[in-house]
């Protein structure tokens, strides 16, 4: 293969990324297609493209299911993933992936977000009679109650300990009628 081809098959998406997975190892398709960002006919796309490249090589290792494929580097894709740990090119894409997956994490979370204030909503709305009349709030008012800020509650929790204290003269009276009574 020439250095042409080789460098068309590495800037297709995700050949790169499939090198760098597969690395020193082995992998199967079903771990490829979790670990590169590229829909899952890319990844068959690529594979057997860099397998008829001399990129990769498969074998078939058996299985309690019958037996499995696993992609493994040949000499130039072992060559091409040397290049990409020296240039950190692997460090950068397993970064990706953990920015990747940090921002799944977040977003199911906006979407569950989501969801319980539109279903606090909705109980709201099904349980307001006031349903269908015209409510005019103030400017910057919300139905979704605003939490207060660390500032506010360093504040509440100052006026409650505020309160808490007795004034020092009561506090003189209490200790002089102790050293009465002794």
């Known amino acids: 293969m020439g250095l042409d081809e080789l460098e068309s098959f590495l800037r297709k998406k995700g050949a790169a990324e499939l090198i760098t997975e597969i ?3 082995t992998a199967t398709f079903n771990a490829l297609v979790d670990a590169v960002a590229v829909s899952g006919s890319t990844v068959s796309s690529r594979l057997s493209e860099g397998v008829e ?7 078939h ?4 299911h019958g037996t499995e494929k696993r992609y493994e580097l040949t000499i130039l894709g072992r060559r091409v993933y040397d290049w990409a740990v020296q240039t950190e090119f692997e460090r950068k894409i397993r970064e990706l992936r953990r920015v990747r997956q940090e921002r799944e994490t977040t977003f199911e979370q906006l979407i569950g977000k989501i969801n319980r204030d539109m279903e606090i909503r ?3 709305t099904d349980s307001d009679p006031m349903q269908d009349q015209d409510i ?8 979704v109650p605003k939490m207060p800020s660390e500032d506010e ?11 808490n ?17 002794e």
């Not at 490249?53 to 074998?59: A, Y």
């Not at 290792?61 to 309690?64: D, G, K, Q």
């Not at 009561?170 to 002089?176: N, Q, R």
Request: aromatic share 8%.
């Open 153 to 163: 509650l360093r504040k509440a929790k100052y006026e409650r300990m505020e309160a």
């Open 53 to 59: 490249r001399e990129v990769f090589t498969v074998s």
């Open 165 to 181: 204290l007795k004034p020092v003269e009561e506090t003189e009276d209490t200790d002089e009628i102790g050293e009465n009574s």
């Open 23 to 25: 690395g020193t190892g």
């Open 136 to 143: 005019n709030l103030p400017e910057g008012t919300s139905f």
């Open 122 to 124: 909705k109980m709201v």
């Open 61 to 64: 290792w058996p299985t309690e």
